[in-house]
């Protein structure tokens, strides 16, 4: 793994030296795009919207709309705007996980600790274990600032950057139906349903099904045939009577 970010935990007055290794990978089949013609592969260029000329990288600068006219940033600029977020992630509180609702999660970085820093690391891990919480920081990568929650994972401090309030849009324009429409008798029954199907999670026992059938496909279509497909059969219901539905699905679950 190459690391994608070099800097420093703030824990209190104690710096913590990491470097930050992407965490995650997608399970997804790379797919190129492809001339129908030739199959030749398609590359995007960098084109001058006026000259319609490619633009090389190293030419490329980064500027902000104001008043009609584009104020050019340089990385000093990136710099000035945060010099301490932009090589320390500074923890400025802690909460327990659960308060954090999914919504906000974004991706996660594994923290590795330089060598003067393995102490520290492996107190504010073993702290973190012990106190069942998480802690909330800020810092900047690539050029912008993440707010993030640090918390242990398998002998292991990961930084998993989550969104800020304003990122979250608002449901108001949403047309969703009111919760006192159901009886006491579908709740009860819908209840007993979600209890027959809780179970303890294992993230192990879910797999990425559908790349896997798409590749037995491309597979099958290399060597000149076609892939049984699963066909879909739709589930047929006698009514729309949402109480008979939720009591055949619990029945169905006991049998199965």
């Known amino acids: 793994m190459r690391s994608l970010w070099n800097g420093a935990i703030g824990f209190g007055l104690v710096n913590i030296p990491v470097k930050l290794f992407s965490a995650v990978q997608q399970s997804?089949?790379?797919?190129?795009?492809?001339?129908?013609?030739?199959?030749?592969?398609?590359?995007?260029?960098?084109?001058?919207?006026?000259?319609?000329?490619?633009?090389?990288f190293?030419?490329?600068?980064?500027?902000?709309?104001?008043?009609?006219?584009?104020?050019?940033?340089?990385?000093?600029?990136?710099?000035?705007?945060?010099?301490?977020?932009?090589?320390?992630?500074?923890?400025e509180n802690f909460v327990d996980l659960q308060e954090i609702n999914p919504i906000y999660y974004e991706t996660s970085y594994y923290a590795q600790p330089e060598k003067q820093g393995k102490k520290a690391y492996a107190l504010l891990l073993k702290a973190l274990v012990k106190s069942k919480k998480a802690g909330v920081a800020r810092f900047v990568l690539r050029n912008t600032e993440n707010l993030c929650i640090i918390h242990p994972l398998n002998e292991v401090l990961v930084v998993t950057k989550i969104r800020f309030a304003e990122e979250i849009r608002s449901e108001e324009e949403l047309k969703i139906p009111e919760t006192d429409t159901i009886t006491k008798k579908e709740l009860e029954v819908g209840m007993a349903l979600i209890k027959q199907y809780s179970s303890a999670f294992d993230i192990r026992g879910f797999k990425d099904e559908y790349s896997k059938e798409l590749l037995k496909i491309i597979k099958a279509k290399a060597r000149g045939k076609r892939a049984t497909v699963k066909k879909l059969k739709p589930r047929e219901s006698n009514n729309d009577d949402l109480y008979s539905q939720l009591m055949q699905s619990l029945e169905g679950r006991k049998g199965a």
């Open 28 to 56: 997804h089949l790379d797919l190129d795009m492809l001339d129908s013609k030739d199959h030749s592969r398609i590359k995007f260029q960098r084109i001058n919207e006026k000259t319609r000329k490619e633009v090389p």
């Open 58 to 91: 190293d030419k490329i600068v980064k500027g902000y709309l104001l008043n009609e006219n584009y104020v050019v940033l340089d990385e000093q600029d990136f710099e000035d705007a945060a010099p301490d977020k932009n090589k320390m992630i500074s923890l």
